[in-house]
């Protein structure tokens, strides 16, 4: 199934276009602009279309009031403006509102079909970033527990780059070594390929970058 598109409103025009597009759209219809919030609780919606009838005023009022309830939180709403005499106020009144777009009732159906299109594209991308930073803000926040674990152990832990650059040392690198990182990098050299005197140490690394898996091996470091 495709992107589900609420219209609030009781013009059947927009609901029979959207279904004679080739897009695969999921059309669900509510009365007015009350109902909505109740619906969000259940489904998923893409994309709302906010058809505005006689009484333009209340109307947008009672849309910017629903549209500060969770429900309606970075949800993409075009406004179609229906009312007999619309005026150029009209249209910042809908964006003061939170619509995401404006339209007049008599705009052609290719125009409104791009719209849509265009929205509906601009909502999917935000929803991507939005999911990754936070995912990302996820992986920050692990590591950095995974690191204060680290740093408390009594092992020897070093953090290096692909290009094997030491770039962090624990509290327990510190008392077995009795280096801090400055002063071991400035001895037994910057990457782990000149502290280390394993000859395969360099395979190793190399090999835990191609297959993203740990390795077991064995080495000394001069002290």
């Not at 969000?40 to 005023?57: A, H, P, Q, S």
């Not at 079909?113 to 929205?119: A, K, L, V």
């Not at 408390?152 to 509290?171: C, L, P, T």
Request: net charge negative; with cysteine; glycine share 4%.
């Amino acid at each position: 199934m495709g992107n589900r598109i609420l219209i609030v409103g009781n013009d059947s025009r927009y609901n029979e276009l959207l279904s004679r597009t080739n897009a695969k759209y999921e059309i669900v219809v509510v009365a007015n602009i009350e109902l909505v919030g109740e619906y969000l609780l259940t489904k998923k919606v893409d994309l709302v279309l906010l058809l505005i009838g006689e009484n333009f005023f209340q109307e947008v009022s009672a849309f910017e009031q629903v549209k500060q309830q969770n429900e309606w939180y970075d949800l993409p709403v075009i406004l179609i403006d229906n009312s007999p005499f619309p005026i150029p106020n009209n249209i910042r009144l809908a964006f003061q509102a939170g619509a995401n777009d404006y339209l007049r009732g008599n705009c052609d159906d290719i125009e409104l079909i791009s719209r849509i299109e265009s929205m509906l594209k601009q909502h999917k991308r935000w929803s991507e970033l939005v999911f990754e930073n936070h995912s990302h803000a996820e992986t920050l926040s692990l590591m950095d527990k995974l690191i204060l674990l680290m740093d408390r152990a009594d092992n020897s832990f070093i953090i290096f780059d692909s290009k094997g650059e030491i770039e962090w040392v624990n509290q327990g690198f510190n008392r077995l070594y009795g280096y801090t990182i400055d002063e071991f990098k400035r001895k037994f050299g910057r990457t782990v390929f000149e502290a280390s005197m394993n000859p395969e140490i360099r395979a190793k690394v190399e090999q835990c970058i191609t297959t993203r898996k740990s390795v077991n091996y064995v080495s000394e470091c001069p002290t």
